[in-house]
C-alpha cells in the first residue's frame, strides 16, 4: 500500500494528503464511466425501447426467486467489478424483468412505453434535481407549476394549488391530512389530544391507501365509515346521508368524504354531484381519489364519467396511468388558492427557505410538500404533453376505451367466456369457464372449481411469458380476470390474441 501511494504521489505534482487521501483533482475516470453509459444506453435501447411494442417477445422470462438468486450475481464486494460485468448484469436485469411496455402486458393499472415521457425521465436522472427551490431547480418548478395549472382547468377550477408527490396513495393521505387541518387548523400544533372521535368516508371499494392513511395520521382505521356501493361498484348517496347522520349521533366530528372516480377493480365512477350534495350540507371536506379515472377529463366523449368533479374541495390524479407519464407521476390538486396546503405543510427550515433571497421566495415550493427532497416527475408528463398536445392524449384514452368495448364484445360472442359487469371504463372484468364445467349445474361446487380457474391460467401464461394479466376475487365472487387496457402499443389482434390464449392454456382444466 506503501508502495502504490508513494506512486501516485510522484504521478501528482503538489499533491495534498489529507488523511492518506490525495485530494488533487478528481478520483473518477471520466472517459471509462462515458464509455459505460454510452454502452449501457445503447443496451437498453435495443433490449428495451426497440422491443417495447415487439409481440413475438415474452412480457416475462419467469424464474422463480431462488433460481434467479442464483442466475443473478446479487453480492456486493470490497472490490468493484468491470465493466463487462457490469454490462453483463445489466443485461441480465432487463431479461428477467416484466416488460411492462409489452402490448400484452394487462397486470396493472400502468401498461406501455411513451417515447417522450421517457426522454424526460433520462434528461432529470441525468441532472439529478431536486423540486423545492427555485435556485436549484429552476426549470422544474416553473414546468410543474404550469402542469397544475393546467390540470385544474380540466378539473373545472377557476384557481387552485397542487403538488406532484410518489403515488395516488401518498394523494390521499395528503388530503386526508389536509381536510382535518382545515377542520381543527390547532392540530399542526397540538396533536391529537384533546380532538373529538373524527370520522371519514368512503366507498366500500375505494383504494386501501384510505385505510393506510387513517392509520399513519392516527385517524384510526375503525373510524373509516365504508359505505355501501351499488352492484356497479358505485357508492350509494342514500347511504352516505345515513352514515353521516349516525356519526353525529355518536357524537364523532365527521370531516372528509373520499369519492372514488375509477376503482382500481371494477373501474367505477362514484355519483360526485349527489355526494357533493351531501358535503355541502354537512360541511364535509370532499375529496376525489381520481388517481385512475382523472385522465378521463381530458376526452371530451367521456369526461362525464367525472360529472361534478369540480365541485371536490381536492382531486389526486396519476398521468402515469392511462396517459403512460411513467411511474411516478401523481398530482394532488386543491381547489383553496389561499396558501392552505403550504400552512398544513410548511415547517419553514431557515437553511432551505430563506426569505431574504435575491428573487421572488414564492417560486420556493417545497414546503407545500411533506417530502424535502422531490423528483420533478411534472416534467415527463409536460413533455409529453408538448410532444402529442392535448388530442393526442384525448385520442389515447378514447382509445383506450374503444380497445375495451371491441374485448367486450368480443366476449359476449364467444363460448365459455362471461362478463361480470358491463363496463364503463377500462376494466374488463370476466369468468373464463372451462368446456369440463360449462355443464355442470350453477352451485357450491361449481363456483369452488371456477374459483381455481383463473390462477391456473395465470401460472401458464407467465410461466410461458405470453401475457400478464390479472385475476381477484371480489365482494364474495369468485376468482375473475381483470383485463385493464391502456398502452397505445395495443391492437384489436392483442385482444383477440388474449381470448385465445385463455382458451387454449384452460381447455384442459
Known amino acids: 500500500v506503501g508502495i502504490c501511494k508513494q506512486e501516485m504521489l510522484q504521478k501528482k505534482k503538489n499533491a495534498v494528503l489529507v488523511d492518506g487521501v490525495i485530494l488533487n483533482g478528481p478520483i473518477t475516470d471520466s472517459k471509462a464511466g462515458e464509455k459505460f453509459v454510452e454502452e449501457a444506453c445503447k443496451m437498453i435501447m435495443e433490449e428495451v425501447v426497440q422491443k417495447a411494442d415487439n409481440v413475438t417477445e415474452k412480457v416475462c422470462e419467469w424464474r422463480s426467486p431462488e433460481t434467479l438468486k442464483q442466475i ?156 355501501k356501493t351499488d352492484e356497479r361498484g358505485k357508492m350509494i348517496p342514500e347511504e352516505l346521508e345515513k352514515q353521516v347522520q349516525r356519526a353525529r349521533k355518536e357524537g364523532s366530528a365527521p370531516f372528509l368524504v373520499c369519492a372514488t372516480a375509477g376503482t382500481t377493480v371494477l373501474g367505477a365512477f362514484d355519483p360526485l354531484d349527489k355526494i357533493a350534495d351531501i358535503c355541502e350540507k354537512h360541511g364535509l371536506w370532499l375529496h376525489v381519489d381520481a388517481s385512475w379515472g382523472g385522465s378521463a377529463l381530458i376526452s371530451r366523449k367521456h369526461c362525464r364519467l367525472l360529472h361534478g368533479i369540480h365541485r371536490a374541495d381536492s382531486v389526486a390524479w396519476n398521468p402515469h396511468k392511462m396517459l403512460l407519464a411513467g411511474i411516478q407521476c401523481c398530482a394532488f390538486l386543491v381547489k383553496d388558492n389561499s396558501g392552505l396546503l403550504k400552512k398544513c405543510y410548511s415547517a419553514k427550515a431557515a437553511y432551505l427557505f430563506q426569505q431574504d433571497k435575491f428573487y421572488d421566495v414564492s417560486y420556493d415550493t417545497g414546503d407545500k410538500s411533506i417530502q424535502c427532497s422531490r423528483r420533478p416527475d411534472a416534467f415527463k408528463f409536460w413533455l409529453m404533453w408538448k410532444a402529442l398536445g392535448t388530442t393526442g392524449l384525448e385520442e389515447r384514452v378514447n382509445r383506450a376505451l374503444a380497445l375495451a368495448r371491441y374485448l367486450v364484445e368480443e366476449i359476449k360472442k364467444r363460448e365459455g367466456f362471461q362478463l361480470l359487469l358491463e363496463p364503463e371504463y377500462a376494466n374488463v372484468c370476466f369468468w373464463y369457464i372451462p368446456p369440463s364445467l360449462r355443464k355442470m349445474e350453477d352451485g357450491p361446487e361449481f363456483w369452488q372449481k371456477l374459483h381455481q380457474v383463473a390462477p391456473i391460467v395465470k401460472e401458464r401464461m407467465m410461466k410461458k411469458g405470453s401475457v400478464m394479466l390479472g385475476y381477484q376475487p371480489h365482494q364474495g365472487k369468485v376468482n375473475f380476470f381483470r383485463q385493464v387496457v391502456i398502452s397505445p402499443q395495443v391492437s384489436r389482434e392483442d385482444m383477440d390474441f388474449l381470448l385465445d390464449e385463455i382458451e387454449l392454456l384452460a381447455k384442459d382444466l
Open 72 to 227: 443473478l450475481d446479487l453480492e456486493m464486494r470490497d472490490t468493484g467489478e468491470s465493466h463487462q460485468q457490469l454490462l453483463q448484469l445489466c443485461r441480465d436485469v432487463i431479461k428477467y424483468s416484466v416488460k411492462t411496455s409489452h402490448p400484452r402486458f394487462f397486470n396493472q393499472l400502468y401498461a406501455g412505453l411513451d417515447y417522450y415521457s421517457l426522454v424526460a425521465r433520462f434528461i432529470t436522472e441525468a441532472l439529478n434535481p431536486s423540486v423545492y427551490t427555485y435556485e436549484v431547480s429552476p426549470v422544474f418548478l416553473l414546468v410543474e407549476e404550469a402542469v397544475i395549472k393546467k390540470m385544474i382547468e380540466f378539473i373545472g377550477w377557476k384557481e387552485g394549488d397542487g403538488i406532484f408527490n410518489p403515488g395516488g396513495s401518498v394523494s390521499n393521505m395528503y388530503a386526508m391530512n389536509l381536510a382535518r387541518y382545515k377542520f381543527c387548523p390547532e392540530i399542526k400544533e397540538k396533536g391529537l389530544s384533546g380532538l373529538p372521535r373524527l370520522v371519514l368516508f368512503t366507498s366500500e371499494e375505494c383504494h386501501y391507501s384510505m385505510k393506510k392513511a387513517a392509520s399513519f395520521l392516527g385517524i384510526g382505521t375503525e373510524n373509516v365509515y365504508f359505505i
